[in-house]
């Protein structure tokens, strides 16, 4: 039941991208997937406003997640998380007979109806693998933003722009290394693939040890954390300056 949306999937190693894409304000704004997953119970909304996917008895953890949903519009706005104007007005609910599993998707009409919109708005259903939040943790924080958790999007941002900062945070588990086992070296590798004002600002990076405990669900710009910056890494940016139609960015 999708009226005169359009359907852009998007299919990752750890992740099922659905991109439901409004050319204008639908009279009604509800749209309903049906799943048929044997063996799997669907958890309706949790506190964080997504969806978890177990198995039926119960036992284990979650086999997958439907984070919350949002939906931007065609407008910049660089104080947005996502660099579009947007707004977390969109429900998901679930209705479970079975093997059968039907997930509707709600958007608000007074946003999409907005004189303010810029069409085409993108809704962002997504199927999201994650490791158990014992085994890795991340989730960006926003100064625009600043009571705001982002641990649900699908990005990392890090970087300035004239109105707000944004940073990112990343937690592994260690239990399985003794205390004081001596380490002689450790990597963390990451891509960097964003734009800011059309890649005519310089962003500037680095990583730090955080020295005080986070959660991926709470966390936001206020947290404690976020001004408990601790020691400054070995950081060093690899570029293919050879590629110049697909990165502004210069370096080793």
């Known amino acids: 039941m999708f009226g005169d949306a ?4 998007q299919v990752g190693p750890d992740q099922l991208k ?9 009279a009604d704004p509800t749209y309903r997937f049906s799943l048929k997953l044997a063996g799997v119970k669907a958890v309706p909304q949790q506190p964080d406003g997504s969806i978890v996917f177990s198995p039926q008895g119960g036992v284990g953890r979650p086999l997958f997640t439907m984070p919350r949903l949002f939906m931007t519009d065609a407008r910049d706005d660089a104080a947005s998380p996502y660099g579009k104007a947007f707004s977390d007005k969109v429900t998901q609910t679930v209705t479970q007979r079975g093997a059968n599993i039907d997930i509707t998707v709600s958007a608000d009409a007074g946003w999409l109806n907005s004189a303010d919109r810029q069409f085409p708005v993108v809704i962002d259903p997504t199927i999201a693998i994650e490791p158990a939040p014992e ?65 005519a600002n310089a962003v500037q990076l680095e990583v730090r040890q955080a ?40 370096g080793a």
């Open 6 to 9: 359009d359907l852009v999937y």
């Open 18 to 26: 659905e991109s439901i894409v409004l050319a204008s304000a639908p």
């Open 135 to 199: 085994q890795a943790q991340d989730a960006m924080v926003d100064s625009g933003a600043p009571t705001t958790n982002c641990g649900g999007i699908t990005g990392l941002y890090a970087g300035t722009t004239a109105s707000a900062k944004r940073r990112s945070l990343l937690k592994f588990d260690l239990s399985s290394v003794p205390p004081g086992t001596p380490i002689d070296a450790a990597q963390l590798k990451l891509y960097f693939d964003q734009s800011f004002q059309t890649n």
């Open 211 to 250: 020295a005080l405990p986070w959660t991926e669900s709470t966390v936001n710009w206020n947290s404690p954390v976020n001004g408990a910056l601790g020691t400054l890494g070995y950081n060093m940016a690899c570029v293919d300056d050879s590629y110049t139609s697909k990165t502004s960015m210069v």
